[in-house]
C-alpha cells in the first residue's frame, strides 16, 4: 500500500510467506495486478480464510474500576469469535435483535506473522503488527437457567465486531515487545474513550502467553487485548440505529462503522 500515493496492490502468496519479512520492514514483494485507488476499494478486515479470532479481556484498571472490581485481577481470561463477526471498515454494524445493549469498546488488536505453539521466549517475535478493533458487546445477554455470563451471545453476534483497516508492522512500532500508543472512541464525534496500551494490566507478551499456553496461534490469528473504560455499560448510553462509531488506535488508523437497523 502506497498511502502518499493513495494505492494499493495485492502481495503475491499468503501471509505465512510475507509475513515475517514485513514485520521487519521489507517492502520489496512480488505485486499481482496493477495498483488501486484506496477510494475505488472495500476494505475487508485484516484477517484471512483460517484466521482464528481471540479476545482476552480484564486488561485495563481504569475500565474495571468503573465496573466495580476492587483487586486487580491475577490473570486475564479469554474468548473466540467465529468468523461471522468480523466486519471491516466501512461496513455496517449490525444491532441484534437479541439485544437492546449494544456496547463499544475499542481495542488494540495483535496479527500473528508466525507459529507460536508453547510459551517460551517472547511471542512478540512471532508478530505481523497492529490493527484496530472493536469488541462490540451485547451487555443484557445471560444465561436464562443461571443469570450468569453468556459469553456465546456477549461476543459471538454476527456482524458486530469492526477490525481494520489495516495493519501497520511491527517495525513501525520499535520492534517486538510492548508498545504505548493512545488508543480512542469517538460515537458521532463525542469521545467516549480514550487512554493508552502502555496502561495494560497484562502486557502483550503476557496476552499472548495466556493464548499459546492454551492454544497454538497461527500466522494470520488475531488477539484483541482489552478495552479501558468509557464504554456504554458504565453510563447507559449504548450503541443505536445511525450512530457513526470511529475506533482509532495511534499508528494505525482511524475504524469507522454506521450502526444499522435493529431487526423488528
Not at 500500500?1 to 496492490?9: E, F, S
Not at 497492529?130 to 455470563?149: E, H, K
Not at 497484562?202 to 496461534?217: G, K, N, Q, T, W
Amino acid at each position: 500500500m502506497d498511502v502518499d500515493a493513495g494505492t494499493l496492490q495485492p502481495i503475491r502468496g499468503g501471509i505465512e510467506q510475507w509475513g515475517p519479512a514485513a514485520a521487519n520492514g521489507t517492502t520489496d514483494f512480488e505485486k499481482v495486478g496493477s495498483p488501486l485507488a484506496m477510494d475505488d476499494v472495500r476494505w475487508l478486515p485484516p484477517i484471512t480464510p483460517t484466521s482464528t479470532i481471540v479476545g482476552v479481556g480484564m486488561n485495563y484498571w481504569s475500565h474495571l474500576e468503573k465496573l466495580g472490581v476492587t483487586e486487580r485481577p491475577k490473570t486475564t481470561l479469554g474468548f473466540l469469535k467465529p468468523q461471522v463477526a468480523i466486519i471491516g471498515h466501512g461496513d455496517v454494524l449490525a444491532s441484534p435483535a437479541i439485544t437492546e445493549q449494544l456496547d463499544f469498546e475499542v481495542e488494540l488488536v495483535v496479527v500473528m506473522a508466525e507459529s507460536v505453539g508453547r510459551v517460551g521466549g517472547r511471542p512478540t517475535d512471532a508478530v505481523l503488527g497492529y490493527t484496530v478493533g472493536n469488541d462490540v458487546s451485547a451487555r443484557d445477554a445471560t444465561t436464562p437457567m443461571s443469570g450468569g455470563l453468556d459469553l456465546f451471545s456477549i461476543k459471538a453476534l454476527g456482524g458486530t465486531t469492526p477490525v481494520g483497516p489495516w495493519i501497520t508492522t511491527r517495525d513501525e512500532f520499535g520492534g517486538a515487545g510492548q508498545i504505548d500508543v493512545g488508543i480512542s472512541l469517538r460515537v458521532n464525534g463525542e469521545e467516549r474513550q480514550r487512554d493508552r496500551t502502555g496502561k495494560m494490566i497484562f502486557s502483550i507478551d503476557e496476552c499472548l502467553e495466556y493464548v499459546v499456553a492454551r492454544m497454538p496461534l497461527t500466522a494470520g490469528d488475531i488477539v484483541f487485548t482489552g478495552t479501558t473504560d468509557g464504554v456504554g455499560f458504565e453510563d447507559g448510553r449504548y450503541l443505536r440505529e445511525g450512530d457513526v462509531v470511529e475506533a482509532e488506535v495511534e499508528g494505525v488508523g482511524v475504524l469507522r462503522n454506521v450502526v444499522g437497523a435493529r431487526p423488528a
